[in-house]
């Protein structure tokens, strides 16, 4: 659906190049299937319900209306100079080349082997598509090398040869309202100057236009996060006096990996070095104090980060508590031994995953999670640990907490709050209220 958004906001402006992941190229299309999933659930036929919930996410009516009128195929001009499409060898073989879109545009695709397993799977963890990223990054050099040795891109003749870049610089900070307050945001770039190379990490800081209250600050773990979870979090606490930095990991929208490596993952192991760099740049800034905020995957690197005087606090949402990243059915590394690779492979082989999966909930193994929430206890950070009720993590958190090696003692003990109906994408009025509880608590 990305890419089918991205499409209908380029076409007034189109951009050089245009790379559609199994994109959704029909918004009715994709709203039945929605439709028909929520049925499926509750019993109840898809046009008797005004919106859309599937997996804990809310769509309110007005935005499956605008859905439905979003068509690759009548976007009235060119969104891009050429498209990729990337997808599975089968989807790709479905594509209809008289279609609007790709019957205007010159348009090239990609094979994606693993597309299928990271986006069309009903597992709760799913394997990242690494080697397609590193083949999608390379046909994207390719093309971009292709279009810098042209003086044409589509209709339009160019003056100088390649395409100009806009200078977006005037953009990077701006003011605005918010809840009756004017606040401040600004991208940032930081981390990663140790050894003398450019800032590798991209963020927003959203803070006060006025007097700010520097006892208390955050770092949210992704710039927006399920429902602009993080946006409002970082809002909200601007128009209160305090500081937030919401901020990609390493691998993820513009921040890159340490030493360029290519692959994104939530659970590497450079994650929490990640989120050091972050609390850095906010005490360098004039923030004694910070509260890391994270959610699921998020909320698990964040426990990974030792203990250290600056961190005030960790809030962790919907903790994704039972991961082991040793567990080899549940990821496969780039650059692991080819032993490794081998037996990642069998392991995340549809049916034996299915196995694996169950006997490790059924017969749960110790999580470091849960110790290593127990070591930030003890240091004397504040632990917070938030779920929706009957969220995978509580119950695992349930299981486990109390078991030897667990948090059984009273200073390992974290502080559990459950908002029924938040869903494990947080969302509606006890999204509301979890917000609420966390501005209150440094108010």
């Not at 930081?190 to 236009?209: D, N």
Request: charged share 25%; glycine share 10%; hydrophobic share 40%.
């Amino acid at each position: 659906m990305g890419a089918l958004i991205a499409a209908h906001a380029t076409v007034d402006e189109p951009v050089d190049l245009m790379v559609m992941w199994a994109p959704v190229l029909s918004g009715r299309r994709y709203v039945r299937e929605l439709q028909i999933m929520q049925a499926s659930a509750t019993e109840t036929t898809g046009e008797a319900l005004a919106g859309i919930t599937v997996a804990g996410f809310n769509v309110p009516p007005d935005l499956v209306n605008h859905l439905k009128t979003l068509d690759a195929g009548k976007l009235g001009g060119k969104p891009a100079g050429r498209i990729c499409i990337v997808d599975s060898a089968e989807r790709l073989a479905e594509l209809d080349p008289r279609h609007g879109l790709l019957a205007e545009v010159p348009t090239s695709t990609l094979a994606a082997p693993e597309t299928e397993n990271w986006l069309f799977t009903a597992a709760d963890q799913f394997p990242g598509p690494y080697r397609d990223i590193v083949e999608v990054r390379r046909r994207i050099q390719m093309l971009a090398a292709e279009i810098d040795a042209e003086t044409v891109l589509g209709d339009v003749e160019l003056a100088q040869g390649p395409p100009l870049r806009p200078d977006v610089s005037s953009l990077r900070s701006h003011e605005f309202d918010h809840d009756g307050v004017t606040i401040r945001e600004t991208h940032v770039r930081f981390g990663g100057t140790h050894g003398g190379g450019p800032p590798r990490l991209a963020g927003i800081v959203s803070e006060p236009v006025g007097p700010t209250d520097a006892s208390a600050a955050y770092v949210g773990i992704t710039s927006v996060g399920p429902g602009r979870l993080f946006v409002d979090l970082a809002r909200g606490e601007a128009a209160r006096g305090r500081v937030t930095l919401r901020f990609e990991l390493g691998g993820f929208g513009t921040s890159t990996r340490r030493g360029g490596a290519p692959g994104s993952d939530f659970y590497h192991p450079t994650a929490a070095a990640d989120i050091g760099d972050a609390i850095d740049h906010l005490v360098a800034s004039g923030c004694p104090a910070v509260t890391v905020v994270g959610f699921c995957a998020g909320a698990w690197s964040a426990f990974e980060l030792p203990p250290r005087p600056d961190l005030a606090g960790i809030i962790a949402v919907n903790a994704q508590l039972l991961v082991r990243t040793r567990l080899l059915h549940r990821r496969q590394w780039p650059g692991q031994s080819r032993w490794a690779d081998q037996l990642a492979r069998i392991a995340q082989h549809r049916e034996v995953r299915r196995i694996v999966m169950k006997l490790e909930r059924e017969h749960p193994l110790p999580s470091p999670a849960i110790r290593r929430v127990g070591r930030h206890a003890e240091a004397g950070t504040a632990v917070t640990l938030v779920f929706a009720e009957g969220d995978l993590g509580q119950v695992y958190f349930d299981r486990r907490a109390h078991r030897p090696g667990g948090l059984r003692a009273p200073q390992r003990r974290p502080e559990v709050r459950v908002y029924p109906g938040l869903g494990h994408l947080p969302s509606g009025d006890a999204r509301e209220r979890m917000l609420a509880d966390i501005h209150a608590a440094a108010d």
